[in-house]
């Protein structure tokens, strides 16, 4: 009885956990909208078929995610953005799930959870948690470690089953993300050189031999041989962004601890302690570092906030493994213990901030296409189909592209154009580029319209829907702004050569005024009808 009593006392606390995590990890998030990759799941995955599921995504194999995504858009459609978002938070919980119940296995319930806490509001890992895309990157860290879960688990219990289980977790990671292939070489490493490996040597082969089907078929290599004399620098800035990610330190604090960390392995090494599966995790950061470092050599982001997540979740785990092999056997102390979960509480607190400011940044990120989204919808019998909603924050999402998904799932991730006004300048301007490309002044031939001649100030206020004639004497620049201050929508300034022109201003359902910008207003007369 009070055996069961600790059971259920375990499963409240720790239930309860995850629910307030989950629900503060929400709160944070809220507002987001779809972003940067993720309008290629939008705009290229609705419809399920094998190309659909099967074909890569910056090399990754991603028919999980994909699925997923097809699944939330008919459910949730453009419009509920918070859906993605819960998936993310949810597939974040389970790595963090995962990690918890692979430690507690050596240090126990308490630690295991304290870990779990820690992973849950990891700061550093803000990137995965709050952008719903990256459910692939983080599923496939989760089955990686359920299939190193499964196979410790039936090495305990001699059973086939949980073998069984560990190579369909395995191939489930091969089938979320390229992460699953470092994945992949850790099994095997774990299976092949192993004393029973007899029993396990069959684990990695099913997942190795689909994933090899699919890249003779699909499959396309980012990585790049030349740029192997990187990879150390990378895959030590990337350890050392990690650990000091874990406590949203100086990057200098995390190399310390990372080479504290390789300092007690060596010694390790040196007493014939250290084992194959006591460096799993380690050495599955070191070959995920290594392949990014070779893949990435174009974009240099070691320590981007999606690769630090995986590094750090690595370290922790893999840490704590080594930590156990080189202590005596015997439960931890109390004070062990406690000071433990002091340094969980200096983490947490110490990565907050990061956390907070992420979920900050991808909110405007998505605040600023929903504002211009709220554009291309207004305007979408007029707008330039091939043209990019964002050059810079959406470039892979052309209105036309857009426009078809909005007809197929009948919703739309634009917010209400009446709200345009009340974004952050950012979106605004965004909002206003957009506009600026609506505006293609027309060339008249007949001087004669232009019967009264009235030089303009160099700014002009214009109602939706009107039309202006203007006489350009010298070449000059003319730039529309509608939302954002003037000065801010100077970027969209444009060219205009000497001649009579007809400017027609759009008309939609705001009342908002366009305001017409001159640059050298005395060589230009508007013409009066």
Avoid at 486 to 504: C, F, N, W
Wanted: charged content about 15%; some cysteine; overall charge neutral.
């Amino acid at each position: 009885m009070l055996r069961s009593s600790k059971f259920y006392a375990k499963l409240f606390v720790s239930s309860s956990c995850a629910l307030v995590i989950a629900m503060y990890l929400m709160y944070l998030g809220r507002g987001n909208n779809f972003f940067f990759d993720e309008w290629m799941f939008v705009t290229s995955r609705r419809g399920l078929s094998v190309d659909a599921l099967l074909s890569p995504h910056n090399g990754h194999l991603s028919a999980l995610p994909a699925l997923a995504f097809m699944v939330l858009l008919k459910i949730f459609g453009l419009d509920h953005y918070e859906g993605f978002r819960f998936a993310a938070v949810i597939v974040h919980l389970l790595v963090a799930l995962m990690a918890s119940l692979l430690i507690r296995k050596n240090h126990g319930w308490s630690i295991g959870i304290t870990v779990f806490v820690v992973i849950g509001l990891m700061g550093a890992g803000w990137q995965n948690i709050f952008w719903g895309f990256q459910i692939g990157f983080m599923g496939s860290l989760f089955f990686f470690l359920l299939s190193l879960y499964l196979l410790d688990l039936g090495r305990t219990q001699k059973g086939s089953i949980s073998f069984v289980l560990s190579s369909m977790s395995l191939a489930c990671s091969l089938l979320c993300a390229g992460l699953g292939v470092a994945g992949l070489a850790v099994i095997a490493m774990l299976c092949l050189f192993s004393v029973d490996r007899q029993r396990t040597w069959w684990i990695p082969v099913g997942p190795a031999v689909m994933y090899a089907m699919w890249y003779l078929k699909y499959g396309t290599s980012q990585a790049k041989l030349s740029a192997i004399d990187g990879v150390p620098l990378y895959a030590s800035e990337s350890a050392s962004g990690s650990a000091a990610g874990l406590f949203g330190v100086d990057r200098i604090w995390g190399a310390l601890l990372v080479g504290a960390l390789f300092y007690f392995g060596a010694r390790l090494v040196i007493r014939r302690r250290l084992t194959l599966r006591s460096v799993a995790l380690i050495a599955f950061a070191l070959v995920f570092w290594t392949m990014v470092g070779l893949s990435r050599t174009a974009v240099w982001e070691p320590n981007a906030s999606r690769y630090l997540y995986v590094g750090i979740v690595a370290l922790a785990v893999g840490g704590l493994d080594i930590v156990h092999v080189g202590r005596a056997a015997g439960p931890l102390s109390s004070s062990r213990k406690a000071g433990m979960v002091f340094v969980a509480v200096l983490a947490v607190w110490g990565s907050h901030a990061s956390l907070v400011q992420g979920a900050a940044w991808l909110k405007n990120e998505g605040d600023i296409v929903g504002a211009e989204l709220a554009v291309v919808m207004m305007h979408r019998e007029t707008i330039d189909p091939l043209m990019a909603v964002d050059p810079v924050h959406s470039f892979m999402l052309p209105v036309g592209a857009y426009l078809a998904a909005v007809d197929d799932l009948g919703s739309s991730a634009a917010i209400d154009p009446q709200q345009i006004v009340n974004t952050s300048e950012q979106a605004r301007l965004g909002a206003d580029l957009l506009l600026n490309s609506l505006v293609v002044p027309q060339t008249m031939s007949d001087p004669a319209i232009c019967q009264v001649e009235n030089q303009p100030e160099s700014r002009m206020q214009l109602t939706p829907g009107s039309t202006v004639v203007v006489k350009i004497l010298q070449a000059t620049t003319f730039g529309i702004s509608r939302f954002a201050p003037q000065e801010t929508s100077r970027a969209g300034m444009r060219s205009i050569e000497p001649g009579l022109y007809q400017i027609d201003i759009p008309d939609d359902v705001v009342d908002v005024p366009w305001t017409l910008t001159l640059e050298i207003p005395t060589d230009v007369r508007i013409c009066d009808m």
